[in-house]
């Protein structure tokens, strides 16, 4: 059957137009008034109707021209000017003033420098020298006893601590603020000067072989929390990482890609992204945004036992007994290799008296075995440590060490005969050399000067770079308050006992040195920009965190606090006269500052006697040391005093307060090995 859509075209039937029988000119009449009709309307509102489509097309052309002027231009000068009147209003918030009476220039010298410091921060430079702002010698110390085992890793994250420990412990610690806790406008509480506990967790060692279990199995050894305060991780012997929620310390995700222990994790800046570094010999990057694995760098020839990393998308690791020093560019998938290992030189600088003047015989050079901690300062700068106690300053831009500090913690007593040989009368010959203590722990303030350093001989130490980068220089060590000292036991190794320390600084209950091995360190800005000092965390053990070659049975497990105020503007523009200045005075002035005694042996060392025999060997050994350094200072303060006159006196005693008794120049001073 055939249709109209199946039929041929030449079978198709069309339809005809009807032949229109008006006349021809009625058929044209009504066309020609409609038009002329249309034609009065058009003409009539062509005025109106001429102004709106003018004004339709001006709003086109103004607002596409807007948008690609916001585009390109506009967009950047309106976000220019937001981000100068935010910058504007936290400073003065900052200051607590109002806009009226705050004098626009100093605000605009202000804004001027956070600006520095912004696009500082963002190009990776240094810019921050707050070392000699801070008196790290009026330290205030919080200790706070743990139970368990060694603790192994310390993390700061606003006003929160959290710890690890080799008992699968994971805890989170409310820091002490400095203002009372207030409620609806009235005290609720009293003013907390310890940390306070909050959270807490265990793993359990006999769930080992359930896959599902989410929380550690072994021993933990690091802890790293998230910059916006989400995410904390750690990391241990069982081979895991766990996510936790750091507000509940709830585990989120068990990440067992690692194939041996996880010894060292780092957040980057401003980010989500995680650094792990493994004894498998590879670093592996992790994003926690999704909770997913990302990549693995290899490279290393031995296990890699410390990373860290600033804001850019790289990390710089340390390869133990490859003793060398990583630089990964994970953009680019490159990295750079930096070689250490060596004893290092004496330094060549010209006119170097260190051991000619001070009396200090010249030391030994300790090879170095194993580059063990690493501390970013900025994108081109970084601190190693390692086992034969010296810290190294790299630069990206040189393959080997700009400079070297040796024997930053000193070294330790040689064991004693008994315990280096079995045989019933040991020979003398068997004594072995006194070792350098290793650097256990490392932690700068990231884009500043500054940083910090830890081992087991009783203190914190503190560090900075010189302005032209190229030199290490110490500063001081927490809560000790003579700088003679701490400059003799870094060069001389002498090492100041329990008992020396306590008859040489403030008597308060809870200034004392530090009885065991400092594992790790953690150090955060008090306010902006450190406008209130900063705070150190110390994880303090009785064992090594990676091992158990040795253990401190005196020691305690705990975590310590160190508050460390700014120096006063008087101190700082010499409005005031310091602690060591008055010392020195007095000390021109015919005062003994040793106490009574004319040996210069402090009155609680001299009357230890009985308990001499009650310590270690170790220990005995360490108190005939602070008893020699105690003799050796009280002759330098009096060769001040005899024989000199008033000018000189005065120069000799400014001498002594920079740690050079003999007189000498700053600049001649030991201060290292340089390369």
């Given at each position: 059957?055939?249709?109209?859509?199946?039929?041929?075209?030449?079978?198709?039937?069309?339809?005809?137009?009807?032949?229109?029988?008006?006349?021809?000119?009625?058929?044209?009449?009504?066309?020609?008034?409609?038009?002329?009709?249309?034609?009065?309307?058009?003409?009539?509102?062509?005025?109106?109707?001429?102004?709106?489509?003018?004004?339709?097309?001006?709003?086109?052309?103004?607002?596409?021209?807007?948008?690609?002027?916001?585009?390109?231009?506009?967009?950047?000068?309106?976000?220019?000017?937001?981000?100068?009147?935010?910058?504007?209003?936290?400073?003065?918030?900052?200051?607590?003033?109002?806009?009226?009476?705050?004098?626009?220039?100093?605000?605009?010298?202000?804004?001027?420098?956070?600006?520095?410091?912004?696009?500082?921060?963002?190009?990776?430079?240094?810019?921050?020298?707050?070392?000699?702002?801070?008196?790290?010698?009026?330290?205030?110390?919080?200790?706070?006893?743990?139970?368990?085992?060694?603790?192994?890793?310390?993390?700061?994250?606003?006003?929160?601590?959290?710890?690890?420990?080799?008992?699968?412990?994971?805890?989170?610690?409310?820091?002490?603020?400095?203002?009372?806790?207030?409620?609806?406008?009235?005290?609720?509480?009293?003013?907390?000067?310890?940390?306070?506990?909050?959270?807490?967790?265990?793993?359990?060692?006999?769930?080992?072989?359930?896959?599902?279990?989410?929380?550690?199995?072994?021993?933990?050894?690091?802890?790293?929390?998230?910059?916006?305060?989400?995410?904390?991780?750690?990391?241990?012997?069982?081979?895991?990482?766990?996510?936790?929620?750091?507000?509940?310390?709830?585990?989120?995700?068990?990440?067992?890609?690692?194939?041996?222990?996880?010894?060292?994790?780092?957040?980057?800046?401003?980010?989500?992204?995680?650094?792990?570094?493994?004894?498998?010999?590879?670093?592996?990057?992790?994003?926690?945004?999704?909770?997913?694995?990302?990549?693995?760098?290899?490279?290393?020839?031995?296990?890699?036992?410390?990373?860290?990393?600033?804001?850019?998308?790289?990390?710089?690791?340390?390869?133990?007994?490859?003793?060398?020093?990583?630089?990964?560019?994970?953009?680019?998938?490159?990295?750079?290799?930096?070689?250490?290992?060596?004893?290092?030189?004496?330094?060549?600088?010209?006119?170097?008296?260190?051991?000619q003047n001070t009396g200090v015989p010249e030391q030994k050079a300790y090879n170095e075995g194993s580059m063990d901690r690493v501390a970013c300062i900025d994108d081109e700068t970084f601190i190693t440590g390692s086992d034969?106690?010296?810290?190294?300053?790299?630069?990206?831009?040189?393959?080997?060490?700009?400079?070297?500090?040796?024997?930053?913690?000193?070294?330790?007593?040689?064991?004693?005969?008994?315990?280096?040989?079995?045989?019933?009368?040991?020979?003398?010959?068997?004594?072995?050399?006194?070792?350098?203590?290793?650097?256990?722990?490392?932690?700068?303030?990231?884009?500043?000067?500054?940083?910090?350093?830890?081992?087991?001989?009783?203190?914190?130490?503190?560090?900075?770079?010189?302005?032209?980068?190229?030199?290490?220089?110490?500063?001081?060590?927490?809560?000790?308050?003579?700088?003679?000292?701490?400059?003799?036991?870094?060069?001389?190794?002498?090492?100041?006992?329990?008992?020396?320390?306590?008859?040489?600084?403030?008597?308060?209950?809870?200034?004392?040195?530090?009885?065991?091995v400092i594992n790790d360190l953690a150090i955060i800005d008090r306010g902006e920009r450190a406008k209130e000092g900063v705070l150190v965390a110390a994880a303090v053990g009785k064992q090594h965190r990676l091992g158990r070659?040795?253990?401190?049975?005196?020691?305690?497990?705990?975590?310590?606090?160190?508050?460390?105020?700014?120096?006063?503007?008087?101190?700082?523009?010499?409005?005031?006269?310091?602690?060591?200045?008055?010392?020195?005075?007095?000390?021109?002035?015919?005062?003994?500052?040793?106490?009574?005694?004319?040996?210069?042996?402090?009155?609680?060392?001299?009357?230890?006697?009985?308990?001499?025999?009650?310590?270690?060997?170790?220990?005995?050994?360490?108190?005939?040391?602070?008893?020699?350094?105690?003799?050796?200072?009280?002759?330098?303060?009096?060769?001040?005093?005899?024989?000199?006159?008033?000018?000189?006196?005065?120069?000799?005693?400014?001498?002594?307060?920079?740690?050079?008794?003999?007189?000498?120049?700053?600049?001649?001073?030991?201060?290292?090995?340089?390369?």
């Amino acid at each position: 059957m055939s249709s109209f859509f199946t039929a041929p075209a030449s079978q198709r039937k069309r339809k005809r137009s009807q032949p229109d029988d008006r006349p021809a000119a009625k058929r044209n009449a009504a066309p020609v008034q409609k038009r002329a009709e249309a034609r009065d309307e058009s003409i009539s509102g062509s005025d109106s109707d001429g102004e709106a489509r003018q004004n339709d097309a001006v709003d086109l052309d103004d607002s596409s021209s807007d948008s690609e002027a916001e585009d390109v231009a506009s967009k950047r000068i309106r976000l220019a000017e937001q981000y100068l009147a935010n910058t504007q209003r936290e400073v003065l918030v900052e200051e607590g003033f109002d806009a009226v009476d705050v004098d626009q220039e100093n605000l605009r010298a202000r804004m001027g420098e956070r600006l520095k410091e912004d696009s500082a921060e963002g190009k990776g430079k240094l810019y921050r020298w707050i070392a000699n702002d801070l008196d790290w010698s009026k330290a205030e110390q919080r200790t706070e006893k743990m139970g368990g085992l060694s603790v192994t890793g310390v993390a700061i994250q606003g006003r929160n601590a959290y710890t690890v420990g080799k008992d699968m412990t994971l805890s989170k610690w409310e820091l002490p603020t400095r203002e009372t806790p207030v409620q609806d406008g009235k005290q609720v509480g009293r003013l907390r000067t310890k940390p306070k506990r909050v959270a807490y967790t265990r793993g359990a060692r006999a769930k080992k072989n359930e896959r599902d279990y989410v929380h550690h199995v072994g021993a933990i050894l690091c802890v790293a929390a998230s910059q916006d305060g989400k995410f904390v991780a750690t990391g241990g012997l069982d081979k895991r990482i766990v996510i936790w929620d750091a507000a509940t310390l709830k585990p989120l995700k068990v990440f067992t890609q690692h194939r041996d222990s996880v010894s060292s994790l780092a957040f980057r800046r401003g980010t989500n992204q995680l650094f792990s570094a493994s004894r498998d010999r590879t670093v592996k990057i992790w994003s926690l945004d999704e909770l997913a694995y990302v990549e693995t760098l290899f490279g290393h020839q031995d296990e890699v036992v410390d990373v860290d990393a600033l804001g850019a998308e790289k990390c710089v690791t340390v390869g133990a007994r490859d003793r060398t020093a990583r630089q990964w560019k994970v953009v680019e998938e490159s990295q750079l290799v930096f070689r250490g290992g060596g004893a290092g030189s004496k330094s060549k600088t010209k006119g170097d008296r260190s051991t000619q003047n001070t009396g200090v015989p010249e030391q030994k050079a300790y090879n170095e075995g194993s580059m063990d901690r690493v501390a970013c300062i900025d994108d081109e700068t970084f601190i190693t440590g390692s086992d034969n106690g010296s810290l190294s300053l790299w630069n990206v831009h040189k393959k080997k060490a700009v400079f070297t500090y040796p024997l930053a913690h000193g070294l330790d007593p040689p064991l004693p005969l008994e315990a280096v040989s079995a045989e019933a009368h040991p020979k003398v010959t068997a004594l072995g050399d006194p070792q350098p203590r290793w650097i256990t722990a490392l932690r700068a303030i990231p884009f500043s000067d500054t940083f910090i350093t830890g081992s087991w001989d009783g203190v914190v130490r503190t560090w900075r770079i010189s302005e032209d980068k190229r030199r290490i220089e110490p500063v001081g060590a927490l809560g000790v308050e003579e700088p003679n000292l701490l400059h003799i036991d870094s060069v001389s190794s002498e090492t100041l006992s329990e008992d020396f320390a306590a008859a040489n600084r403030p008597e308060e209950e809870d200034r004392k040195l530090i009885v065991g091995v400092i594992n790790d360190l953690a150090i955060i800005d008090r306010g902006e920009r450190a406008k209130e000092g900063v705070l150190v965390a110390a994880a303090v053990g009785k064992q090594h965190r990676l091992g158990r070659w040795s253990e401190m049975s005196e020691a305690k497990n705990c975590l310590v606090l160190f508050e460390v105020p700014r120096r006063g503007a008087g101190l700082v523009n010499g409005g005031a006269q310091s602690e060591p200045t008055k010392k020195v005075d007095q000390v021109i002035d015919g005062g003994q500052e040793l106490g009574k005694g004319q040996t210069g042996v402090p009155a609680s060392a001299a009357n230890s006697e009985v308990e001499f025999d009650e310590r270690s060997p170790a220990s005995q050994q360490v108190v005939k040391e602070m008893r020699e350094a105690a003799e050796t200072g009280q002759s330098r303060k009096d060769h001040v005093v005899v024989g000199a006159s008033p000018s000189k006196a005065t120069a000799l005693s400014s001498d002594l307060v920079n740690g050079n008794a003999d007189g000498e120049e700053e600049d001649e001073e030991f201060a290292g090995f340089d390369d």
